[in-house]
């Protein structure tokens, strides 16, 4: 059984950073690919980012490239995720998610992922 648990949402000025972490139990992690998904009230889940089994690969939303960055740590089971320069729009729920998508581009697609975890609160205030 893999269970996630995020943990650093908040609340936060616009211009701030946060650091959101996803931990993992069980001994498959580093199988996992391992992405972040945010959903906003009254709108779709959607795909924030993701990073592959040895951390080598990334994919980044167009809304949070250049912002955001994911990162991870096989040996402690972790996922982080670096939020820098927040903005009002980033207020979600934040959630991260693990599985083995057919491709890594399917990466972005929530249906690719069998493990979620409960979801953290990010307030990014004007």
């Known amino acids: 059984q893999v269970q996630l648990v995020e943990a650093g949402g908040g609340l936060v000025q616009a211009g701030g950073s946060l650091r959101l972490s996803c931990g993992c139990s069980g001994r498959t992690f580093s199988s996992f690919v391992v992405g972040w998904f945010r959903q906003a009230p009254g709108k779709k889940r959607e795909f924030v980012t993701a990073i592959n089994q040895s951390g080598a690969l990334t994919l980044y939303a167009d809304s949070v490239k250049g912002r955001f960055t994911i990162s991870r740590d096989n040996a402690k089971n972790m996922v982080y995720l670096q939020m820098n320069s927040l903005k009002p729009e980033d207020t979600a729920v934040y959630s991260c998610?693990?599985?083995?998508?057919?491709?890594?581009?399917?990466?972005?697609?929530?249906?690719?992922?069998?493990?979620w975890g409960q979801g953290t609160q990010v307030t990014v205030s004007s």
């Open positions: 998610a693990a599985g083995v998508p057919s491709m890594w581009r399917g990466s972005v697609r929530d249906t690719e992922y069998g493990y």
